[in-house]
């Protein structure tokens, strides 16, 4: 229950004790000094309860607060012998009602019920059955105002639950938010290192190769390797715009062999390094996640052995198995002491998990060069986009 209906209820029955009091000195027919200061005092405790020490009716103090209140209440009700007095034990069992289980509400409604039963006995002089079996019904009231006051508690209990749930999926709706734009960041950063990475990586080859054959002044060959230069930064300017579209999109559809294909031919064009290339043309229905996968693999692998091993041979490999794709490229640079996963290492290993793939860089099969190879189980198809 929170604050503010807490509040609420608080004047509300604060109103009705001060209403129930008036009506009772009203109404009895044994109006005196002391039932008023017992009403008076009624009040007064009501007031002091809810607004000055403001006890909590859940605790074991709050309870027998609500017992005093009870006897208190039974005490009037004798004294007065009027049908208003029993409106204090009726808001008793409502509040009762309100702030605790089902079942101990109900203790508290048949105690209530009983000395009121017993009060008007006493009030009557104990008279014979037969003058009041006709009170009997009135224990309907009791659990009535007991039934509406656990309908309430539920409804506030519902409310505050929606309330609470509503604050989490709120809550889980920012946090999902923050996470897209993360993820969308680190798309972004994997697409401009692939693509980015390599044009440059070619282009200072080429570039390397056009300055030493200007060195051995074979211009033609210079001219030839600026050219090259030139249009692979072209083509690497397409390359961009075409990951601008592939962040869009994700998704190389068709044209996933062919560019596979392109991109080596253009790579064995601009830096003059050799790639023997063995790739299963009947592979089709590839997720597209498994095909942006593999050709930043590749792009990655080729980018990292011209760069960081100088290397002049390649020899890559992409089959289809029957329940997985096998990628694997050999390079014959310089194998480094310890392999120390960069950024590019990173993402494609983010990648490839990403898939539901496993991913291995090993330098253990010969001298020189590393291999790098990417095995994805073909039903990881279905975590991509279509």
């Not at 920012?174 to 993360?182: D, M, N, T």
């Not at 064009?269 to 009947?282: G, L, M, R, S």
């Not at 496993?358 to 190879?373: E, P, R």
Request: aromatic share 10%; hydrophobic share 45%.
């Amino acid at each position: 229950m929170n604050l503010q209906i807490k509040k609420a209820i608080n004047i509300f029955t604060t109103i009705f004790v001060i209403g129930a009091t008036v009506f009772l000195l009203l109404h009895t027919t044994k109006f005196s000094l002391e039932l008023c200061l017992l009403s008076f005092t009624y009040i007064f405790v009501f007031v002091i309860r809810d607004f000055i020490l403001k006890i909590d009716l859940h605790r074991i103090t709050g309870i027998l607060f609500l017992f005093f209140q009870l006897a208190l209440a039974l005490v009037i009700f004798v004294w007065s012998g009027s049908f208003f007095a029993q409106i204090f034990v009726l808001i008793l069992i409502g509040e009762f009602t309100l702030r605790h289980s089902r079942n101990l509400s109900i203790i508290f409604t048949i105690v209530s019920y009983t000395f009121s039963l017993l009060s008007l006995m006493i009030y009557n002089n104990f008279p014979p059955f037969e003058q009041i079996y006709a009170l009997l019904p009135r224990v309907i009231e009791y659990f009535a105002i007991f039934g509406i006051s656990h309908l309430a508690q539920i409804a506030f209990h519902q409310k505050n639950q929606l309330a609470s749930d509503h604050a989490l999926l709120q809550s889980a709706s920012i946090e999902l938010e923050k996470k897209s734009i993360l993820q969308e960041r680190t798309r972004i950063s994997r697409e401009i290192h692939d693509s980015v990475g390599h044009t440059l990586t070619s282009a200072i080859v080429g570039l390397q190769c056009a300055s030493h054959a200007i060195e051995k002044k074979n211009y033609s060959l210079a001219k030839d390797m600026i050219g090259r230069t030139k249009a692979h930064i072209n083509s690497g300017l397409d390359d961009v715009r075409s990951s601008v579209h592939l962040l869009r999109e994700n998704v190389l559809g068709p044209q996933f062999i062919p560019e596979l294909i392109k991109l080596i031919d253009e790579t064995k064009k601009q830096t003059n390094v050799e790639i023997a290339c063995e790739v299963d043309t009947t592979i089709s229905n590839l997720s597209s996640l498994i095909e942006i996968t593999l050709y930043r693999a590749l792009q990655e692998g080729l980018t990292n052995g011209i760069r960081h091993g100088s290397s002049t041979y390649f020899h890559f490999s992409l089959t289809q198995h029957s329940d997985y794709i096998e990628f694997t490229l050999f390079n014959n640079g310089k194998s480094p002491i310890q392999i120390v996963h960069g950024f590019g290492l990173k993402t494609m290993k983010e990648r490839v998990t990403d898939v539901g793939g496993k991913l291995s860089i090993s330098n253990k099969f010969s001298a020189n060069g590393v291999t790098l190879k990417i095995k994805i189980p073909i039903q990881a198809k279905s975590t991509g986009q279509e």
